[in-house]
């Protein structure tokens, strides 16, 4: 596990903090810490992480800029983000800033030994994830991220972002194997994403589906000329949705 790099965050390092990141230090992870501010988290930015952890103790001031810039450090990295603090907290927080990104969620009180044993099964699962396909999932509804990821990350390695612009920045990084992408979507839309994702040469081979509420011919027309390879309806059922995206790998590895 030694090329396995954790993140810790909080408002400060508490002495069950120190104690999680010593027992995983004896694991063989790596671990940074640093507070929920944009100035320090920025000193980590070169570092890749496959894990972030964000503990919300008594005294954490609810910097909301500080969180956001988490949130889309957590995207930028395409590191899985969670969350500790208590249940009320927590709910707050998702509301507020992380709706549909977070990869799970402790409350507290904690018990350090058991999430260390929760953050090593963690590790190992995302190094299997590292074998699955791809999906980056861009939708302005965290519910959606959340429901989507839900749905498909048994099966594949799922990436949520929250705009066209994440999205762009996460392309600059990664190329996914498939983008199912929110036709409707305030400031950059699923079709003009897509229309700017044809134009880029290094990019405009990446498959991709539209999740949409509208399955009228003259949406399905206006894009017919940028090639997706599919539409969904979101009102579909689970079942529906992840058959859909198998079929599509299935028949991309006939192929």
């Not at 018990?111 to 791809?134: C, F, I, P, R, Y």
């Not at 199912?180 to 839309?189: F, K, N, Q, R, T």
Request: hydrophobic letters at 40%.
């Amino acid at each position: 596990m030694a090329d396995s790099r954790v993140l810790f965050v909080s408002d400060r390092e508490t002495f069950i903090v120190k104690s999680i990141i010593k027992k995983l230090e004896s694991e063989s992870i790596i671990c940074d810490f640093a507070t929920i501010d944009v100035k320090d988290l920025s000193k980590y930015k070169d570092n890749d992480y496959t894990l972030i952890y964000f503990y919300v103790d008594d005294k954490t001031d609810f910097n909301i800029e500080g969180m956001t810039y988490l949130r889309d450090f957590s995207i930028d990295k395409d590191s899985e983000l969670f969350l500790i603090g208590y249940e009320d907290t927590v709910a707050e927080l998702k509301e507020k800033v992380f709706s549909g990104h977070l990869a799970g969620e402790y409350y507290r009180p904690v018990n350090a030994g058991q999430l260390v044993e929760e953050v090593l099964k963690e590790v190992d699962k995302e190094k299997t994830m590292g074998h699955k396909k791809h999906i980056l999932v861009v939708d302005d509804s965290g519910v959606m991220l959340s429901t989507i990821k839900e749905w498909l990350g048994e099966k594949y390695r799922v990436t949520p972002v929250n705009s066209a612009l994440n999205a762009i920045s996460f392309l600059a990084k990664e190329r996914p194997d498939l983008i199912l992408l929110d036709y409707e979507m305030p400031a950059c839309s699923g079709p003009k994403f897509l229309e700017m994702l044809r134009t880029d040469v290094a990019l405009s081979d990446i498959p991709v589906i539209f999740l949409t509420g509208r399955d009228d011919a003259e949406s399905v027309k206006s894009v017919i000329s940028l090639r997706p390879v599919g539409y969904l309806l979101k009102s579909l059922p689970k079942e529906k949705i992840v058959g859909e995206v198998d079929a599509f790998f299935a028949k991309q590895k006939a192929k």
